[in-house]
């Protein structure tokens, strides 16, 4: 079992902590190949590097796009609401990672589960 470190922006990272949010959507590159079923990930808030979440890895979903990732998983434990849901598009990950980086690498939907402290 292996400890990886990922930032994390606030709005995710309060989801994650309330439990709406299971599944962390990421590009599938060199860090993120080596996690495994199991592990354990230190969120760390982008914001306030004070503020970090422990969870353990559950189950790990590989795509070659988003747009294949978002018609397999349910996007309300993505990180959607009820509110938003109706507008989610896999353009939405974009602003994170560029249409090169998804073909060169693929993509990865981490399914985690809180560690209480």
């Known amino acids: 079992m292996k400890n990886h470190i990922m930032n994390l922006n606030p709005s995710p990272f309060e989801m994650i902590k309330s439990g709406k949010k299971t599944i ?3 590009l ?3 860090k993120r190949q080596g996690i495994e079923v199991g592990d354990r990930i ?3 808030n982008t914001e306030n590097p004070e ?3 422990r ?3 559950k189950s790990i979903y590989v795509f ?3 747009e294949t990732l978002y018609k397999a998983l349910p996007l309300l434990e ?3 609401t009820e509110e938003d849901i109706h507008t989610a598009s896999p353009k939405d990950m974009e602003a994170y990672y560029s249409k090169e980086k998804q073909q060169l690498y693929g993509v990865v939907g981490i399914e985690v589960e809180l560690i209480k402290a």
């Open 42 to 44: 230190t969120f760390v």
């Open 78 to 80: 993505c990180g959607y």
């Open 55 to 57: 969870v353990e890895v």
């Open 64 to 66: 070659e796009s988003f």
């Open 51 to 53: 503020k970090t979440l």
């Open 28 to 30: 599938f590159d060199e």
């Open 24 to 26: 962390e959507l990421r």
